[in-house]
């Protein structure tokens, strides 16, 4: 069984940064395939970021790109959202997730099978 812990969220102001960790523990990580998704009040769960099991591979949401960077450190079994030029519509519940699945379906939450309890990121103009 996968467990995934997520920190690093908090209270900034607009243009601010923050990064969000989730460690990975319980099956070989370098096995899994990572995303983060967010979930704002009232609004399904979205995909923000991807990155491939080898790392070579990410992808990002449209209204992230430029601005969030997803990384992983396989020695330390963590994977990283490092959010930059933060805007207030970025507020929401981020979860890491993990799965073992096509490249192609990165994108759909079905798709992990292991997801994180979340950390809450607000954004303040």
């Known amino acids: 069984q996968v467990q995934l812990v997520e920190s690093g969220g908090g209270l900034v102001q607009a243009g601010d940064s923050l990064r969000l960790s989730c460690a990975f523990s319980g099956r070989t990580f370098s096995y899994y395939s990572l995303g983060w998704f967010r979930q704002a009040p009232g609004k399904e769960r979205e995909f923000v970021a991807y990155i491939s099991w080898s790392g070579i591979n990410t992808y990002y949401a449209d209204s992230v790109k430029g601005r969030l960077t997803i990384s992983r450190d396989n020695a330390k079994k963590t994977v990283y959202l490092q959010m930059n030029s933060l805007k207030p519509e970025d507020t929401a519940v981020y979860y890491c997730?993990?799965?073992?699945?096509?490249?192609?379906?990165?994108?759909?939450?079905?798709?992990?099978?292991?997801w994180g309890q979340g950390t809450q990121v607000t954004v303040s103009s």
């Open positions: 997730a993990a799965g073992r699945f096509s490249e192609s379906d990165y994108y759909t939450p079905r798709n992990y099978d292991y």
